[in-house]
């Protein structure tokens, strides 16, 4: 498998949300900023490229009985470092994000990908579909969270953009975002639980309707009565 099949699965035909329905809980709890949606996002793609790596490396010397807890061990493993760096060096996200940092550990995509992908392949391709499935995930985190900010708080970029954010000078995390909507036209409804609820439920009916959406056929008799005139336009 090439790295833009890959890509393409982890984008779209095979997207570890819209698709395979992983990581449902996180992707709607922590989606209501943009820098809530890039953190997450990029923390669960760090971690799920470096387990992938570590299973594909052992997995022949793991016994198949102890696979399971094998898996657990490696993405505790990255879970924990990852949690500390953030806690250390970001700590405004490791705050807004909470409990969802460490319960990266039993999250479904990265187990789910582990089992299905990494314990069957090479390290090289493992990692490459870590890379693809997590950037996938990003994407859905960042529209869910673009869309949730603008409609429930009439902003963008929230934590990093904006009043205090990093290009004015100020800390990672204390960006107040770039309003858009004046304060009376946001509706608080989309950053409460039921706005991630309708958002994902949104986005996941219109990439099933995309994918089944029937491809074009050529018609074979209208190719033959094509071709004549082809070929009489080219005389």
Do not use: H
Not at 38 to 65: C, E, H, W, Y
Not at 171 to 178: D, M, N, Q
Request: with cysteine.
């Amino acid at each position: 498998m090439n790295f833009g099949t890959q890509l393409k699965e982890g984008l779209l035909t095979n997207n570890p949300v819209l698709v395979q329905m992983l990581g449902l809980c996180s992707t709607m709890a922590i989606s209501t900023s943009f820098f809530n949606g890039l953190g997450m996002g990029l923390a669960v793609t760090v971690i799920l490229t470096l387990s992938n790596i570590i299973i594909a490396a052992i997995r022949k010397i793991v016994p198949n009985k102890i696979r399971i807890a094998m898996f657990i061990v490696v993405i505790a493993g990255f879970v924990t470092m990852v949690d500390l760096l953030l806690q250390a060096y970001v700590q405004a996200l490791s705050k807004s994000l909470g409990v969802f940092i460490p319960l990266i550990v039993v999250n479904c995509i990265i187990l789910g990908r582990a089992e299905s992908f990494s314990y069957k392949n090479g390290v090289l391709a493992s990692a490459a579909d870590g890379i693809c499935q997590g950037l996938g995930y990003t994407l859905v985190l960042l529209v869910m969270s673009i869309v949730r900010e603008f409609l429930g708080a009439g902003t963008f970029g929230g934590g990093i953009l904006g009043p205090g954010g990093v290009l004015e000078g100020g800390a990672l995390g204390a960006g107040k975002g770039i309003a858009i909507l004046p304060s009376q036209f946001p509706m608080g409804l989309m950053t409460l639980p039921v706005g991630g609820f309708l958002m994902l439920a949104f986005l996941i009916a219109a990439m099933q309707w995309a994918l089944s959406r029937p491809k074009k056929q050529s018609n074979p008799a209208e190719d033959s009565d094509a071709r004549p005139e082809k070929q009489e336009a080219a005389a």
